[in-house]
């Protein structure tokens, strides 16, 4: 049985997280979100019906992105000129590079950018493959995109009513399932976003657990959520080597799923919240993490300490929560640091 009040089980994971793990923390479960930089401003990352529609039902991981506030924060770009992973950086430069028209400045009219990690159903809908979806948001010329396309003679490959069309060089295909809504990524990812939004197969809205969790995020400008299996992986990810011990093992299988946002507007915000069911198994989590947190305040560099003061980890009622604040100057201080670039650049 699991002892979260012994010396023994809080003490030992402190040790093996070691120097970088509540900061890797934060960093890992906001790298694969502060992606993209548009212009203007605009106040949440929330997904219209006919987006949620696009997105097939077996998701493991949904980010949504706020493209126009990401450009107003200094902190949001400078997080994400350091951490932004080279597969997702690939779509970032696939939208830039669209030749969607001739000055490919096509994320110029992109009010909301999100990402689906999902599993196809090519494999069932569940193992370890995951396949990556880009839904972007905005007002887009449509007609002024066809027309580019028929002067360059770029045909469409129809999916029973839907017009498909190549992102120029880059490898991936983008339809547009509404003026307003574009669907884009390699092409068998995008067949099964259309396949999902005809009703051929269940799509996001089928999703109980996804669509809950999505209530207490999508008024945030950057949010993501993670089911069972995304929590399971980005857990044993931040505990690192403690992620092997007995207790992990044993309490994982509690974990359900959870969901995080961040806010730049005034200064740097994120919470974070792992749904366990199990009371025990918040608690549990709880300790691991808090030990970490207490071993990092008396090692770390000055900016390190100042961000793991601002840093509040809490279970209750079978939910573990974290929750971080500070400005944008001393964030940019923590981006400096030795801990972060050894996260970054190990």
Known sequence: ?????????????????????????????????????????????????????????????????????????TAAMDLKARVMPPELKQFENALRKSGLNDKNDIDQYVDQLAFALFRPKSNGGGGDVVDTLGIA???????????????????????????????????????????????????????????????????LLTNATIMDAMKSVDAEPLWSILDQTGTQTMLRQILGEAGSLTDFETVQKHLLASWYSMSFQTGVRFDLSIATGDTFASATISSLLNAALAYRKMSGSEPEKEALKATDITSEAGRLTVHFATSDEEFASLLQSPLFQSMVHP
């Not at 993209?36 to 980010?63: E, K, M, Y």
């Open 1 to 73: 049985m699991l002892s979260v009040s012994s010396a023994h089980s809080v003490a030992r994971p402190a040790a093996q997280l070691g120097r970088n793990a509540l900061l890797n923390f934060l960093v890992r479960v906001t790298t694969a979100s502060v992606l993209v930089a548009g212009a203007g401003f605009a106040s949440a990352a929330q997904l219209s019906t006919d987006a949620r529609t696009a997105i097939p039902h077996d998701v493991q991981q949904l980010v949504a992105i706020d493209y126009r506030v990401m450009q107003n924060s």
């Open 137 to 203: 948001q905005g007002q887009f010329p449509t007609q002024d995109i066809v027309a580019n396309f028929n002067k360059k003679a770029v045909k469409a490959k129809l999916v029973r009513t839907n017009r498909i069309y190549p992102m120029g060089r880059t490898g991936m295909v983008v339809c547009f399932v509404d003026p307003s809504t574009m669907v884009f990524g390699g092409s068998d990812a995008v067949k099964e976003a259309l396949d999902a939004r005809d009703g051929l197969s269940r799509n």
